[in-house]
């Protein structure tokens, strides 16, 4: 699909995700709701930047189930509304999406835009959003290309303003963040004003009758799939071997078909994943006589064609996740895909041929690790020198984060699941000691996580007279995915009204509340110990700084340069700074036995100074 557009002066590089807001832009979009998390935040970003010229409306909502919760309320009112988030942000809109799919989205059209991290590169888990669109009951589609990306969009919005459904759209992290060229379309002519709402958008009392009214529309709309030319196959003339393939997997099944120049392969890349083009499908599976498919990451396509199929007089022979043929878990890849076709084949593939094989010996392992003079890395030195005090009793139940590389730092975090969920564990934790639980329990969350989904749990825990210590790391931005705004930053957009945790916390009535500053080190470890000593429920909020953050990192420091004294410092007899703190400004000597201060990458908080037991990190002033 191009949109008419041929001239190649209108074709311009873009990223998946900047492909998506552009196609969203010429569907003539009005409304966009999102919370940033990666590999989604660039789709909210872009529209934001392009706000004003084209007259949308962009928020970054408190959560996701607020975004849909809104942009919904805009398609009902006749705007065009996209909500995007990624796929651990649907969990938590999912409640509405089980409800809007029933009452039905009006005539602006709504498109959802979840992105998948298949291997969980930015994601505490590795999760498959495509089931959601079968549990909902709603359109979904993958596009595999950037082209695709802008013109599925586009095709989404007319979708749900034809069927009057919230309508999905799944990208993965690859073609979300990689980049190509894009042919811009014509934008929407259509004019963007607010109307009267339908009439019963709610489900009672007859919530079944909904639900048949739906079904009825995706049978519709699986007859618009038949004939929609999304669906793309090659070379299925005389073929022995069909390759079905979604998403960004359809790229490196091309790149595999190229590489092996076979003429008895066929490929069908479907993009229409749920409801399936059935008629399409059951042609291609008559005339092949095996088939194998490539998806990320369960075998969602593979298991919907095999049910498809079993009204074949003959079955062809089925390859894929099912079989072990492609992995279950993780990232899709050239190679997997050739050593797959060989394997059915029966013709092996020479592992130096392979690019994986090529390029591994060019890879380093690198540890995950916080910035230099990240104030987490502070509050996590402060828990481990708390947890010695109190005789390693201390539990630490956390959140997805920057701070969520607590798990990496000795493990001074025990647990992170999801956003939230740290307040909300620590609670049932604190209810223990009648069954012999005696470690003192410590949950910690940022500033926006804070707002996203701890609220429910702190009240909870306020109500139950929870026994713990809630620890709030406060640097007032998004600071995880790029310092976007929350309720609670520093700095707000015009006619947004600042809402302070503080009051928050303090309406709740703690039993002990107190403020700290993440910066102070040695005070900050007093202030934990003293703290988490108390029985009741405790809440510190700190003061902590991003260094990347370009309002805060331009604090000045009284220091210009730190230095490490040889003569003072113990070496390998300590490496204290080095290996347990672990700041990646110092580094190791090994020619001197010592560490050493880089400073090229150095922010001069002085934290360092704090840590070393011997009092060898000084800061000067240059002449």
């Known amino acids: 699909m191009t949109d008419g557009m041929n001239d190649s002066q209108h074709r311009t590089m873009m990223s998946g995700n900047e492909a998506i807001a552009r196609g969203a832009i010429e569907a003539g979009i009005g409304f966009c709701t999102s919370y940033p998390g990666t590999p989604a935040t660039e789709i909210a970003t872009e529209l934001f930047d392009l706000a004003d010229k084209h007259d949308i409306y962009v928020e970054w909502s408190t959560n996701e189930k607020v975004a849909l919760e809104a942009a919904a309320g805009a398609s009902w009112a006749g705007i065009p509304a ?140 699986v007859r618009e799939f038949e004939t929609s030319d999304l669906n793309m196959h090659t070379n299925i003339k005389d073929m022995e071997l069909l390759v079905i393939s979604s998403g960004i997997c359809s790229m490196y099944v091309r790149e595999a078909l190229h590489l092996i120049e076979s003429t008895k392969i066929g490929h069908l890349n479907i993009v229409t994943t749920h409801p399936l083009p059935k008629k399409t499908l059951t042609s291609l599976l008559e005339n092949a006589n095996r088939v194998l498919f490539v998806e990320e990451t369960d075998p969602f396509v593979e298991d919907e064609v095999r049910t498809l199929s079993a009204d074949l007089e003959e079955l062809p022979a089925f390859y894929g996740k099912r079989t072990g043929h492609i992995p279950s878990y993780g990232e899709m890849d050239t190679d997997t895909v050739r050593t797959a076709i060989g394997r059915i084949d029966g013709t092996r593939v020479d592992e130096k041929q392979l690019g994986q094989a090529a390029g591994a010996d060019l890879l380093i392992k690198r540890p995950l690790t916080f910035c230099a003079g990240c104030t987490h890395r502070n509050f996590y030195w402060a828990i481990r020198k708390v947890k010695k005090r109190v005789g390693g009793k201390l539990v630490v139940a956390g959140d997805i984060g920057c701070y969520s590389l607590g798990v990496f730092y000795d493990e001074a975090m025990n647990t992170m699941q999801a956003m939230g969920s740290g307040i909300g564990v620590a609670c049932g934790l604190s209810k223990l000691e009648r069954f012999g639980f005696d470690s003192k329990v410590v949950a910690v969350a940022g500033d926006s996580t804070f707002f996203h989904a701890c609220l429910p749990g702190l009240v909870n825990a306020r109500h139950k007279n929870a026994n713990l210590t809630f620890v709030i790391l406060d640097n007032a931005t998004t600071a995880m995915t790029g310092f976007q705004t929350h309720p609670g930053s520093r700095h707000q957009a015009q006619g947004f009204r600042r809402v302070e945790i503080e009051d928050i916390v303090k309406a709740l009535q703690p039993d002990s509340y107190a403020r700290g500053d993440a910066n102070d080190i040695k005070g900050l470890i007093d202030l934990l110990h003293s703290t988490i000593s108390r029985s009741g429920l405790k809440v510190l909020l ?62 001069r908080c002085g934290a360092c100074i704090d840590v070393c037991p011997h009092d060898a990190i000084k800061g000067e002033k240059l002449q």
């Open 82 to 221: 996209l909500c995007s988030m990624k796929s651990l942000g649907l969990n938590v809109a999912s409640d509405f999406l089980l409800n809007v799919n029933l009452s039905g989205t009006g005539k602006g059209g709504l498109v959802i835009v979840v992105c998948d991290d298949p291997r969980g590169h930015s994601s505490s888990n590795e999760q498959d959003s495509r089931f959601y669109a079968k549990a909902a009951q709603i359109p979904l589609l993958e596009p595999s290309t950037y082209q695709e990306a802008k013109d599925v969009t586009r095709f989404a919005f007319k979708l749900s303003q034809q069927f009057e459904v919230p309508v999905m759209v799944r990208s993965t992290t690859r073609l979300s963040h990689s980049r190509g060229l894009v042919g811009k379309g014509m934008l929407s002519k259509r004019k963007k004003a607010a109307g009267v709402l339908p009439e019963k958008l709610y489900n009672v009392p007859m919530p079944h009758l909904r639900h048949r009214d739906l079904l009825e529309k995706m049978e519709r709309i």
């Open 542 to 603: 700190l003061n902590s700084i991003c260094r990347l953050d370009q309002d805060t990192s331009k604090q000045e420091s009284k220091n210009d340069v730190f230095l490490i004294d040889p003569k003072i410092c113990r070496g390998e007899k300590c490496r204290i700074c080095f290996a347990d703190f672990g700041c990646p400004a110092i580094s190791w000597d090994s020619a001197n036995e010592q560490p050493v201060i880089l400073d090229s990458m150095c922010v």
